[in-house]
């Protein structure tokens, strides 16, 4: 449904918060994970979190999730421009579901790291 950013630039060593809203169009027969990555091109994962938001099985039809996901980059993160992926699998097989006509995942946006 949408995102948040807390900063489009940090430097190395720092945490980006992103915040996911989902809203259920339909009901769910299984809990899916979702995953957020910050990659650098060409896709090259610098920081990710997977989590579960919440029991998607329980989810209603109309119902809107809020969830946050924390990017924390280590201090050896290189100064460039980073792009932010999500996506959701099934943790027991770790296949990603199909998000567009060839898409298993979303570019949400492009954010900046600065050299120290």
Same mark, same amino acid.
């Given at each position: @449904?949408?995102?948040?950013?807390? %900063?489009? $630039?940090?430097? +190395?060593?720092? !945490? /980006?918060?992103? !915040?996911?809203?989902?809203?259920? *169009?339909?009901? @769910?027969? %299984?809990?899916?994970?979702?995953? $957020?990555?910050?990659?650098?091109? +060409?896709?090259?994962?610098? $920081?990710?979190?997977?989590?579960?938001?919440? #029991? #998607?099985?329980?989810?209603?039809?109309?119902?809107?999730?809020?969830?946050?996901?924390?990017?924390? *980059?280590?201090?050896?993160?290189?100064?460039?421009?980073?792009?932010?992926?999500?996506?959701?699998?099934? $943790?027991? !097989?770790?296949?990603? /579901?199909? /998000?567009?006509?060839?898409?298993?995942?979303?570019?949400?946006?492009? @954010?900046?790291? *600065?050299?120290?």
């Amino acid at each position: @449904m949408g995102f948040d950013l807390d %900063r489009r $630039a940090l430097y +190395p060593g720092e !945490t /980006l918060h992103l !915040t996911l809203y989902w809203q259920c *169009l339909s009901s @769910m027969e %299984r809990d899916y994970t979702v995953f $957020a990555h910050l990659l650098r091109p +060409p896709g090259d994962v610098w $920081a990710q979190e997977d989590k579960q938001p919440g #029991a #998607a099985s329980t989810w209603q039809p109309g119902q809107v999730i809020k969830e946050g996901y924390h990017l924390v *980059l280590t201090n050896s993160t290189p100064p460039g421009v980073y792009e932010i992926e999500v996506g959701v699998y099934l $943790a027991e !097989t770790g296949r990603r /579901l199909r /998000l567009g006509p060839n898409e298993n995942r979303v570019l949400l946006a492009k @954010m900046r790291v *600065l050299e120290r």
